[in-house]
């Protein structure tokens, strides 16, 4: 069993999804490990490093492809330029694993699956209990919600603690964090640690115990949230409406805070729009706003995607992909999720997409040329798959190369 990891096209992107420390893991699973030549460079992980630890470097991508799993942080729907020039070198029966933003880009997995190849999408792990070491957004999300406060920091024309001293007295930033979530609570944390006043606020009220064991002082706005979170664990979108209403109320916090961190996200939907010009307008000069939902429209009216913004002295930065630069642990934490991922797909030396296995069914997007995911066939309003198709694309991706004699032959 061969595993290729391929070096990260996608403009900006420093990660890499596979460092050397994990390539022993892989041996005991009977997966050679090839990784094109400077994959690794700029998260600090030089080829050599992978030498030394058994893998391959091959110099011309296209031969990573002959490998029977092709692996690495930004597949197409991630990766929607560049992504396209490896589209020619998937073929089919391969599994292709890596982030490929399906519900955002569900043509994407549309083009991949159309390759023959099996993708399996890992934004899609399930939010259970078995797979919280292969949940690769919550390991990205804490970097994120780190880094914004660092960002933040920089920004802010004031320090963060609280300091005595001989020239007088320094108040404390004031901080609200909008959203909490894995990137919301790291912003808490990251935020207590520098020293400033925390004040957090998310529509799932369940969340209001861990605001408050992290240091932060729980918002409480005057909304009926009904059920503001999905099985997944995600919060849901809750109608305009209520998000009007939400806005007047935020507008006094957001007035009141030196920093705002803004993380309120709705997988696979346009991200709610929380704080309004008007209300920009109402901070303080030299007030920071960092909107990690800037990708999907921002939490912020004024925000744009990786663009720092100044309006009325309030500087709001939208920063679309924080963890490409800290891409060091960024990458390891990738590689912890993804070697897991591995351990649970690959048995007897062959990868064994089960859909009976919970993980394998909600990550695997495409096999056999057809979409299979249904929530992605929803969105490129196709038909559910019915039964008698479905069992023939897995008997079709079962007949490869690496595994000729599919699970029930003679």
């Known amino acids: 069993m061969k595993l290729a990891v391929l070096k990260e096209t996608c403009p900006g992107e420093r990660r890499v999804a596979l460092i050397p420390a994990n390539l022993h893991h892989l041996a005991k699973l009977g997966i050679e490990v ?7 460079q700029a998260a600090g992980f030089p080829d050599q490093r992978y030498v030394e630890k058994g893998a391959t470097v091959m110099a011309q991508r296209p031969e990573l492809f002959s490998a029977d799993i092709v692996l690495q942080i930004r597949t ?24 490929t933003d399906p519900l955002g ?78 990137a919301g609570l790291q912003a808490i944390a990251t935020s207590r640690r520098l020293g400033a006043i925390v004040h957090a606020y998310d529509v799932r009220p369940a969340v209001r115990e861990q605001v408050e064991s992290l240091g932060g002082k729980f918002v409480e706005l005057a909304l009926e949230t009904g059920e503001a979170q999905d099985k997944g664990g ?7 409406e209520f998000y009007r209403r939400q806005r007047e109320l935020m507008a006094s916090v957001v007035a009141e805070s030196d920093v705002v961190i803004a993380t309120a996200a709705i997988p696979g ?16 000069p030299g007030s920071v706003i960092v909107d990690l939902a800037a990708e999907r429209g921002g939490n912020c009216e004024p925000s744009q995607p990786d663009q720092r913004i100044v309006e009325r002295d309030v500087v709001i930065l939208g920063p679309t992909n924080l963890p ?66 479905e069992a023939a694309t897995t008997a079709q991706s079962d007949r490869s190369p690496a595994n000729p004699n599919p699970p029930g032959s003679a």
């Open 34 to 40: 090839a990784i094109e030549s400077g994959a690794g």
């Open 324 to 389: 490409s630069e800290i891409p060091y642990h960024a990458s390891q934490m990738f590689s912890n999720n993804v070697t897991q991922f591995l351990k649970n797909l690959i048995h007897d030396g062959q990868p064994q997409l089960d859909r009976d296995d919970e993980i394998i069914r909600e990550t695997l997007v495409a096999r056999g040329g057809q979409v299979v995911h249904g929530r992605i066939r929803e969105l490129l309003q196709l038909p559910p798959l019915a039964p008698a198709a």
């Open 269 to 284: 939907k346009t991200a709610p729009l929380l704080i309004t010009r008007e209300a920009v307008h109402g901070m303080a």
């Open 105 to 182: 880009e569900p043509g994407a997995s549309a083009d991949m699956a159309r390759t023959g190849a099996s993708l399996m999408s890992l934004e899609l792990v399930p939010r259970i209990t078995r797979a919280q070491s292969m949940d690769v957004l919550s390991s990205m999300a804490t970097i994120a919600g780190y880094r914004a406060v660092l960002l933040a920091a920089v920004e802010l024309p004031k320090m963060f603690p609280l300091l005595m001293t001989a020239a007088g007295t320094l108040t404390a930033a004031r901080v609200f964090v909008i959203g909490a979530g894995v």
């Open 234 to 240: 995600y919060a849901k979108a809750l109608g305009e």
């Open 76 to 99: 197409l729907g991630a990766n929607p330029g560049a992504g396209r020039d490896d589209l020619p070198h998937y073929r089919p029966r391969q599994i292709v694993i890596g982030m």
